[in-house]
């Protein structure tokens, strides 16, 4: 066995040699080299003794120490001394001062040796792991290249030159074959701490990769005069990118073409043939939606900003067109917009338009015992609820045409009293259900919503204070390949899921489970289904 002061120079070089292989800090070699050696003299000298190891970084000499503290009375001597024995060493101790005893070098035994190996070994590699964690955990959302080092069940295991990568089954194209020793560029998505190492996957569905590639590839998107604002892909089929330019002289989509399409078609050879359709961005989501359907034309659309909805209206022969094969063009444009897309040609527009008047118009011959001309006019005024008669100033009535002030008032009157009639019958129904009068309490909690609640046995406070967002707007799963709905208590009230949220809120405000300040200091307005679940 070579003696640990033997030859100082070779420490340094091995320190050099692992440093410059794992391409870790020279002074972490060093470190796990010390506490290799601390930890072999402490099966000589014994383990209760604390023991540390220095080596010179410039000459490589090695000095080792037992520290002991200074006490009035010694009780366990391995780590311990007294005052007297520590003033030997240095007059001017004194009690709870730390006195360093050095030790004469020592030649490792085998056992001694295997276990510093270990010690050093293990010390590396969890320097190797934290260096490729910080070095690959700020490259999320950057396309690295790699070899293909194996593939395991479907899952590709890639080389980056300074760290192995995963991508998994689904993070590869459709029909994409990929094989040993081939070279992939692939998106960094995550990068994971985790006790076998950091985590680094890769993706080629990803929508940021499509975006990144046409990054490289389009100096415009480079330099920043060219912005990419959406991304949705049905990975190996078709892809949908919005752009907008920052200058009016530069063309946003011909910039993304290039050249006879020399820009887009280098994108679509790595996605392997992936169809993309490059669509100007405009801040009029209107405008933005209609683009975003191309090829197909749109004759009409309707918003409902609140519920971020939106119907478009094609020709009839445009119909499949819009939707595309299997909802495919609908589906991306959605999915690029952020809205929901209702697709209906004009013939099914004008049909439902006819069945609304007509519903509307016997709605209010019935609730407002009119005639049908009467139920006819109000609709064509645009009016579609009772309520908005009921409440709409007298002088608005009064200004259709054939309308006076006294019809008006006789109007507003019947629709009042419909109004009330309907809220009685609904109070009545829920008293029936058992539904509870503190309920009518909370905020934003309707008549017909309580008898919905006690439809659904919610029959007081703390029972909504406990329903989680999808107890009352319903939910999805999918079984055997389908997709399947499952209805709410309040299915069919057109609530958004921040609706449901802040119904819940209010009912646990009002059971007294929360406060109102706790949830402004909170900032709760998160789902509430984290805290009942």
């Not at 930890?39 to 080792?64: C, F, M, V």
């Not at 520290?67 to 311990?80: I, T």
């Not at 909690?445 to 007081?460: P, Q």
Request: glycine share 6%; proline share 4%.
């Amino acid at each position: 066995m070579v003696a640990v002061s033997a030859n100082r120079l070779e420490l340094l070089q091995i320190a050099d040699a692992v440093a410059r292989e794992k391409t870790i800090d020279r002074s972490i070699v060093i470190a796990a080299m010390e506490d290799a050696i601390a930890k072999a003299a402490r099966s000589r000298y014994g383990q209760e003794t604390d023991i540390h190891a220095e080596i010179n970084p410039r000459t490589g000499e090695l000095r080792l120490a037992r520290h002991l503290l200074v006490v009035d009375e010694v009780e366990n001597s391995a780590v311990e001394i007294t005052l007297d024995g520590a003033r030997r060493h240095n007059p001017a101790a004194q009690v709870g001062d730390t006195i360093a005893d050095t030790l004469p070098p020592f030649d490792f035994g085998r056992i001694a040796a295997q276990s510093a190996k270990q010690v050093i070994v293990q010390k590396v590699r969890e320097a190797e792991r934290d260096r490729q964690y910080d070095e690959y955990k700020d490259r999320i959302g950057e396309i690295s290249n790699g070899l293909v080092k194996r593939v395991e069940y479907g899952n590709v295991v890639v080389d980056l030159g300074r760290g192995e990568a995963i991508m998994r089954r689904d993070e590869l194209l459709p029909r994409e074959i990929v094989k040993t020793g081939d070279r992939v560029r692939a998106y960094i998505f995550d990068v994971r701490r985790e006790p076998r190492g950091p985590q680094i996957f890769l993706s080629r569905t990803h929508p940021q990769f499509m975006a990144k590639l046409f990054a490289q590839e389009v100096p415009e998107i480079y330099d920043g005069i060219v912005e990419i604002k959406a991304v949705a892909r049905d990975p190996g089929s078709r892809a949908k990118i919005a752009v907008i330019s920052r200058d009016s002289s530069v063309d946003p989509v011909g910039a993304c073409v290039g050249m006879r399409g020399s820009r887009v078609q280098a994108v679509v050879n790595e996605l392997q043939g992936e169809k993309i359709d490059i669509i100007p961005w405009n801040p009029d989501f209107a405008t933005f939606i209609v683009n975003a359907l191309a090829p197909a034309e749109v004759v009409k659309v309707v918003l409902d900003e609140d519920r971020e909805r939106i119907e478009v209206v094609v020709p009839d022969a445009q119909l499949s067109l819009a939707i595309g094969r299997r909802g495919q063009n609908v589906r991306l444009a959605s999915q690029l917009t952020g809205w929901d897309i209702d697709i209906m040609t004009e013939q099914e527009e004008s049909e439902r338009r006819q069945k609304e008047f007509a519903e509307r118009t016997q709605m209010f011959a019935e609730a407002l015992d009119l005639d049908e001309m009467m139920g006819q006019l109000l609709t064509s005024e645009g009016f579609t609820s009772v309520e908005e008669i009921a409440y709409v100033p007298i002088s608005e009535l009064a200004s259709i045409e054939g309308f006076d002030e006294e019809t008006a008032g006789e109007l507003q009157a019947r629709a009042l009293k419909h109004l009330a009639d309907v809220e009685e019958a609904l109070d009545n129904e829920r008293r029936e259900l058992g539904v509870e009068d503190d309920l009518k309490d909370v905020p934003g909690v309707t008549s017909k919503m309580l008898v919905a609640f006690g439809k659904n046995d919610i029959k007081s406070v703390e029972d909504l204070a406990g329903c989680a967002t999808d107890d009352l707007i319903g939910w999805t799963e999918r079984k055997d390949g389908e997709t399947v709905r499952y209805p709410g208590a309040l299915e069919g009230f057109e609530l958004t899921r921040e609706d449901a949220e802040q119904l819940i809120l209010q009912a646990r405000i009002t059971a007294g489970w929360i406060t109102a300040d706790e949830v402004v200091e909170d900032g709760e307005d998160a789902d509430p289904d984290a805290e009942s679940a």
